[in-house]
T-cell receptor, first 114, second 112 residues
Framework: GDSVTQTEGQVALSEEDFLTIHCNYS??????LFWYVQYPGEGPQFLFR?????EKGSSRGFEATYDKGTTSFHLRKASVQESDSAVYYC?????????????FGQGTKLSIKP | DPKIIQKPKYLVAVTGSEKILICEQY?????MYWYRQSAKKPLEFMFS???????DNQTASSRFQPQSSKKNHLDLQITALKPDDSATYFC???????????FGEGTRLSVL
């Protein structure tokens, strides 16, 4: 079945550091890829989506590029802030079936030291 | 104001009892979903409904039954509760086919 792998379980950075969270997927066909962010006590918030190869999604200074060749959708941000501390989830959905059926990775907890 | 309302926010139940988790969305979406988040599985798809019809069910147990009385409602009935059912249950919704699901704030269920 389809799956999403996030390499880092936890990432600790200082403010203004560069962020990369790795996301790789395994899926049949041509899935849509998503990033969500979850703050303590809240539901996941949609960040952005990409639906085709080489498409870049971005929001709030975060960005990721759909790479079908390496089956990746890595999240990057040039300069993190303390307010970015949260859990980040990569997810996929099959475009031709049920786009609301998201398959999530395990999540990456990001901690930013002031 | 939250556009996806889940009630209650916290719920404590005894083993063997039955509970109903409420979800209403005011986004005009025609597709609604339930997801579960626990320590064992971070975010797991359970059900999806479109125009009040069941589209997909990934829950093996019949103890979990979604109920859609109105087009913007999708409640979740859980019977014969077990401690393993302890989790946060998230309702989500989207415009069918072309939109990323948006999530509510969840109902945290503890089964003793």
């Amino acid at each position: 079945g389809d799956s999403v792998t996030q390499t880092e379980g936890q990432v600790a950075l200082s403010e203004e550091d560069f962020l990369t969270i790795h996301c790789n997927y395994s899926a049949s066909g041509y899935p849509a890829l998503f990033w969500y962010v979850q703050y303590p006590g809240e539901g996941p918030q949609f960040l952005f989506r990409a639906s085709r190869d080489k498409e870049k999604g971005s929001s709030r200074g975060f960005e990721a590029t759909y790479d079908k060749g390496t089956t990746s959708f890595h999240l990057r941000k040039a300069s993190v802030q303390e307010s970015d501390s949260a859990v980040y989830y990569c997810a996929l959905a099959q475009m031709n079936y049920n786009q609301g059926k998201l398959i999530f990775g395990q999540g990456t907890k990001l901690s930013i030291k002031p | 104001d939250p556009k996806i309302i889940q009630k209650p926010k916290y719920l404590v139940a005894v083993t063997g009892s039955e509970k109903i988790l409420i979800c209403e969305q005011y986004l005009g979406h025609n597709a609604m979903y339930w997801y579960r988040q626990s320590a064992k599985k971070p975010l797991e798809f359970m059900f999806s409904y479109s125009y009040q019809k069941l589209m997909d069910n990934q829950t093996a147990s019949s103890r979990f039954q979604p109920q859609s009385s109105k087009k913007n409602h999708l409640d979740l009935q859980i019977t014969a509760l077990k401690p393993d059912d302890s989790a946060t249950y998230f309702c989500a919704s989207s415009r069918q086919g072309d939109q990323a699901p948006l999530f509510g704030e969840g109902t945290r269920l503890s089964v003793l």
